[in-house]
């Protein structure tokens, strides 16, 4: 009598030490992400520093740019083990000048760094889920990551605030530092794993596109800074920072990804334009909530945590769903038709005099759209790259990820500014109006993918 073999899980013996460490470090980016949401406007007013308060969120992801383009090269020719610790001690020095910084200048310095570091950590986990753990364990890898998000968005912003008033907003950086050095403690053993891919398989160093990524971090930042400027300022800030980021952009993504070109290109795009249109919508939501209606920042802030619960359980759902019963075209249909309900919503919500919760429940079902795009997107980059270039393609998903949140920040906070900020039954709906076109765009990029290859055992391909 045959006996069925045991079904691995993330926390079978040889992966659960690396789930564990993972999973930690990725809740450490979502509580840092939360916390300075939360703190940045008692940083700027106790730095002096209100003028470069948009830059605070913009230059991490910038820096992280060319932090991508780097783990990935270094990862495709090392192994990621070497990049993993230079990545995570990076991440650790930038953290710990944020946490002593005595000037806002000095501050964005530390958040440079931290951010360069954490765009290379975020390949180095890519690596490791397409190095270490087997192709059916994928979907709930990223399912696990988007979890990760939901005790953060839960007690993240209370707990930072409660720290940074009953001490100050210095102590919530030493606190993740401490919580980050824990993290990366938990991933050392499995580092070991991430060996030197084969002599013949090992990319020269890619310099002309560690070059091109610098200078597409110059241009993103460019682009932030353009909505403070004079007129004439801010349009030769937007145009050169437009022609910029696309020419700097080319050589560190897929060939064909700006005209969706078929497979691992349009997979690329899909990311950045949702990207844009999501996250450069999302600073608004509670902006919008407190300026049109009068709620507090913890009320408003609603609206956010319970788009991270809805994206945690949905990308949890398509994890246990699996492929056989989610296609690619079908989940990313579904995913975005929930994103583009949100964005309407919002902006009918800011259109008209319709009660705030429907915003709230808009963007819930905006972040179960997230939920169903984000890993099917992460699992598609890896199911179209192999090993010796796994590197590239994560480092090209998460550069599309990163620019594509800065580029719609930048775009928002022109359309934002443009109106004059203050009437907000204009400025708000134009905010939401035009995110819902890039969204909208998302969907010639689904329709470019093509065939999915199957996964490995299984013949038959989408």
């Known amino acids: 009598m045959s006996t069925a073999a ?24 979502a509580f840092q992400n939360l916390a300075m949401t939360t703190i940045m406007p008692e940083i700027s007013r106790d730095l002096d520093g209100e003028s470069l308060y948009a830059l605070a969120f913009a230059a ?24 993993a610790w230079t990545s995570a001690a990076l991440f650790a020095v930038g953290t710990a000048v944020v946490m002593v910084a005595p000037t806002m200048e000095v501050f964005l310095v530390g958040r440079l760094v931290e951010g360069f570091g954490a765009g290379a950590i975020d390949v180095v986990l890519y690596v490791l ?7 059916d364990l994928h979907g709930p890898v990223f399912a696990g990551f988007a979890a990760a998000w939901v005790v953060p968005a839960l007690i993240g912003p209370a707990l930072a605030g409660i720290v940074a008033d009953v001490w100050n907003w210095h102590w919530v950086f030493a606190g993740a530092l401490v919580i980050a050095l824990g993290a990366f403690a938990l991933l050392v053993p499995t580092l070991g794993r991430l060996r030197p891919p084969a002599p013949g398989l090992r990319p020269g160093w890619q310099r002309s596109r560690i070059a091109w990524s610098v200078a597409a971090a110059v241009a993103i930042l460019l682009l932030n800074i353009a909505p403070d400027l004079g007129a004439c300022a801010q349009v030769a ?59 507090s920042a913890s009320a408003a802030g609603l609206a956010l945590t319970v788009a991270a619960l809805s994206w945690a359980g949905s990308s949890w759902l398509h994890g246990r769903l699996g492929e056989h019963r989610l296609t690619a075209t079908r989940t990313f249909g579904i995913g975005l038709a929930l994103v583009l309900v949100s964005l309407l919503t919002a902006f009918v919500v800011a259109s008209s005099g319709l009660p705030w919760w429907l915003l709230v429940v808009g963007w819930f079902i905006g972040g179960a759209g997230m939920g169903a795009i ?10 179209f790259s192999g090993e010796g270039d796994d590197g590239f393609a994560s480092s090209a998903l998460t550069i599309a990820d990163a620019s594509g949140s800065v580029i719609g920040l930048a775009v928002t906070g022109l359309l934002f500014i443009g109106t004059g900020g ?33 996964p490995s055992g299984v013949p038959v391909a989408e």
């Open 60 to 83: 991490p992801l910038a820096a992280g740019v060319p932090g991508m383009v780097l783990a990935g090269n270094w990862t495709d020719r090392a192994g990621g083990r070497v990049v």
């Open 422 to 454: 203050a009437d907000a039954a204009v400025s708000f709906p134009l905010v939401f109006g035009g995110m819902t076109v890039i969204a909208a765009l998302a969907v010639a990029a689904v329709r470019r993918l093509g065939p999915v290859p199957a």
């Open 374 to 383: 984000y890993p099917r997107t992460s699992m598609l980059t890896l199911r």
């Open 237 to 295: 800030a937007v145009a050169v920072g437009l022609v910029g980021t696309w020419f700097a952009l080319r050589p560190l993504l897929p060939a064909g990804t700006f005209r969706a070109a078929p497979g691992l290109p349009s997979v690329v795009l899909l990311r950045g334009l949702v990207a844009a249109s999501f996250f450069g919508s999302e600073a608004y939501v509670p902006f919008l909530l407190q300026a049109k209606d009068g709620l």
């Open 6 to 29: 045991p079904r691995t899980s993330l926390f079978s013996g040889p992966y659960a030490l690396a789930t564990v460490g993972m999973v930690a470090i990725v809740a450490l980016a």
């Open 129 to 135: 889920v397409a190095r270490i753990f087997p192709e």
